[in-house]
Each structure stands twice: as structure tokens, then as C-alpha cells.
């Protein structure tokens, strides 16, 4: 396990990984050390390794993509992490990066970052790592908003772009010439002029 040196994720797209390590660059003996590791993991196809970048390409199976990124981040000894799967999780990742830059050059900053990673690790403990801070605090604020507001304050916009939807699929299937609001179904007929 890697857990004393630090690694970057340069670039990342399914099935490869470049990873920047500033101590190897130079170290070759560093970089094989890395790939003899790392080439272990399931799904790993082939470990590329530049000593003069200090950096390495990951190359795997996209089928055994979820296996190896946990493995990735258990050999990296926890200094790897995954991508964002979608929106909610690349926007707490970006939160987090600032908060850990902020952490490294402001005392304060590294007080509430830990007391929040606290807080999150108790939740996720409490929770058997179903529920983490960020439901929590999405939860929290549409409960908030909720109760401000007031649930009868206005018709919510899922209901009016339900029922704007649910007009125009019976407008759109109604056949030509037959009047929606006629409750005989009779056809409509038009006087065309003799």
C-alpha cells in the first residue's frame, strides 16, 4: 500500500487513468515499485510509468469498472478517489477540494473542515453508510423551505407541468376533426361553402 505518497489525478476518461505523482518524477525505481502494486488489481490491463513526468497510465477493463476504482483507492491507501457518478457528487467534490485547499493554509478553515468530516463519518456510521451530510443537509434545507413557505403557498411546478403534459398528450391523440370538449364524440362538421 501506497499511503505515504501523493498522487494526482491528471486525467481520467473509462477504461484509463493518468495519475501525477511528484516524488517519482525522476524515481524510476519509485515508479516501478508503484506498478508492481498497482498491476495487481482487478480489471488493471496494463501500467504505463514516465520517469520523467513522474506519472503513470492506468489502463483497465471499463466491464470491471466499479471493482477497480474501489481497489484503486484501497492501494492508494485512500488518496485516490473515484470520478463523480453525476452532478450532486461532482459539486461535493469540488466543495471538498476548496475546503481541503482552504484547511492547508488556514487553521480555522482546518477546525470546521474536520468538524464536518466528523460529523459525516458519525452519520454514515449511524446509518450503516446509507445516509451521508450531503442527504442530510438536501433533506434539511427542502424541510426548511418547506415550512417557510408553507405547502399551500403555491400550486408546485411538477403540478402545473404535469397537468400542461398531460393537455397536450390529449390534444396530440385526439383525432382530427373530433371536438375534445363534445361528450357525444361525434365528428365535427364543417359547412365548406356550395
Known sequence: MMTNVKLQVAHQVPGRVRMKIPSAKGNLELLEEMKQTLSVIPGIEEVIINPATGSLVLHYDTDQHDEFHGHLEHHTGGHYRPP???????????????????AENSHAARVVVDFFKQVDQQIKKGSHNTVDLKIVLAVGIASITIMEVGANAATPVWVTLAMFGLNHLIAANTPEGVDPDDETGDAVTANAPA
Open 84 to 102: 463523480p457518478s453525476n452532478e450532486i457528487d461532482a459539486l461535493a467534490s469540488k466543495i471538498q477540494q476548496e475546503a481541503e485547499f482552504l
